[in-house]
């Protein structure tokens, strides 16, 4: 998915330059975290590399707490728990 296909308050939207920079839709991405579904479908949607990068931080308790603590990832919580 390229940038064209964003509109103006997607651009501005954490969890849509999340998904825009992994190539996923922001809207099934929001949609997967919601229903509980959100592992398996970054696992589907990511490619190999950024997959094992994610489970790399999600699996070490430092990295994913420093991840966590940054204002990008509580933003992105933030939004997540508004939608």
């Not at 479908?41 to 994610?54: D, F, N, V």
């Not at 990295?63 to 990832?73: C, E, N, T, V, Y």
Request: charged share 30%; no cysteine; hydrophobic share 30%.
């Amino acid at each position: 998915m390229n940038s064209s296909n964003f509109n103006k308050n997607q651009q501005g939207d954490p969890v849509g330059k999340a998904a825009q920079k992994a190539g996923i839709d922001p809207q099934e991405l929001k949609k997967a975290a919601h229903s509980g579904r959100l592992e398996s479908y970054l696992e589907k949607s990511l490619s190999p590399e950024l997959s094992k990068k994610l489970k790399s931080v999600l699996s070490d308790k430092k990295a994913l707490q420093s991840l966590l603590d940054s204002p990008q990832s509580k933003e992105l919580l933030r939004r997540f728990g508004k939608d």
